[in-house]
């Protein structure tokens, strides 16, 4: 899921043809479309994709330049980065090459050209090398054997290695899985917020959680990811492990916290949801004797509402 240089990346709503005002503009519309025209060529990762800045950057280079540039097919042999960069040579070649050489602008569209190719061909070597990281940081979390989860600095969930999806059934998945997926966004967004507000210090942030769910507890350690994202934003791999946990006997129940008998079974019964007239029917006592039986019991296990006393029987009471 880490997004990769693919022909769908690149290849997205580009104009099919392109507009010839060139000839129409006066000095210094040109230069003003020169100076917009390298703004966008020079400034790649102000977009949000490869796709988002490649069809800008042809935009505005065509209704500079008053030419039409077009994708090339992929061809067998090649990636959609090599047929852009063919199409980057095609294009001032033919530029160069064609036109009438009489003409008042024909040289100072060649000129145009010749400015405006370098830092193209440089941004798209920036969205290339990009994408060759992500492709080694993809295949790098896809052979670690622990549960791994990529997010961006939004909290959007960007990769998940075999192990996670095999652990939290991704996606879709509801229940525990979904639990510790939410866990773990938001400590994605935590930490990329508080990255962006201490820069500096941004390298060390880190931080770790508990999530309890299912008779598991997960452990999630977050830290943050450079070298992925586009003008260095930060992004957040979040790690998971789990182990069991091993619900409480009645004699460790009588061990840990004192309890009586008695006081066993209305915990459990208590743990299964009955309520207190529920728990005086299943006794066969008194309505008030159940209660008491309850309030002693909240007590004993030192939690504040009966809610809490199905996590202590199954050995979760520091959740």
């Known amino acids: ?27 210094a519309q040109s230069l003003a479309s020169l100076e917009r025209t390298l703004h966008t060529l020079l400034s790649p990762f102000d977009y949000p994709t490869a796709g988002a800045w490649l069809d800008a950057a042809l935009t505005a280079m065509n209704e500079t330049v008053g030419s039409e540039l077009r994708m090339p097919k992929v061809a067998a042999d ?24 009489s003409s008042p602008n024909y040289f100072q569209k060649a000129a145009m050209i010749r400015v405006l190719v370098p ?7 920036e969205w290339r090398r990009l994408a060759s990281r992500r492709a080694e940081l993809t295949a790098l979390l896809d052979a670690i054997p622990e549960a791994m989860l990529m997010f961006d600095a939004e909290g959007g969930l960007v990769h998940a290695n075999p192990r996670a999806s095999e652990l939290f059934g991704m ?13 773990a966004q938001r400590m994605a967004w935590t930490l990329a917020a508080s990255a962006q507000r201490a820069a500096a210090n941004a390298a060390s942030v880190q931080t770790n959680r508990e999530v309890r769910a299912d008779g598991r507890v997960y452990r999630l350690r977050g830290t943050l990811a450079t070298g992925w994202s586009p003008a260095g934003q930060p992004g957040v791999l979040v790690t998971a492990a ?58 004993k296990l030192g939690v504040g509402n009966r809610s809490r006393v199905g996590a202590v029987l199954r050995n979760e009471a520091a959740a």
């Not at 091993?246 to 915990?267: H, K, M, Q």
């Open 1 to 27: 899921m880490l997004a990769t240089a693919t022909r769908d990346d690149v290849y997205q709503n580009y104009p099919s043809t392109a507009p010839t005002r060139y000839e129409t503009l006066s000095a």
């Open 119 to 125: 830092p193209f061909r440089a941004g798209v070597a």
């Open 171 to 183: 996606p879709g998945s509801t229940g525990a899985g979904a639990q510790v997926r939410t866990e």
């Open 78 to 101: 090649e990636t959609a980065w090599d047929a852009i960069e063919r199409a980057i040579d095609a294009y001032a070649t033919t530029v160069r090459s064609s036109g009438d050489p």
């Open 242 to 299: 789990y182990e069991l946990v091993n619900p409480l006997t009645d004699i460790e129940l009588r061990s840990r916290y004192g309890l009586s008998a008695r006081e066993i079974e209305v915990a459990r019964l208590v743990a299964a949801g009955l309520s207190n007239q529920e728990v005086a029917e299943r006794l066969g006592v008194s309505y008030f004797t159940a209660r008491n039986h309850v309030e002693r019991l909240l007590s």
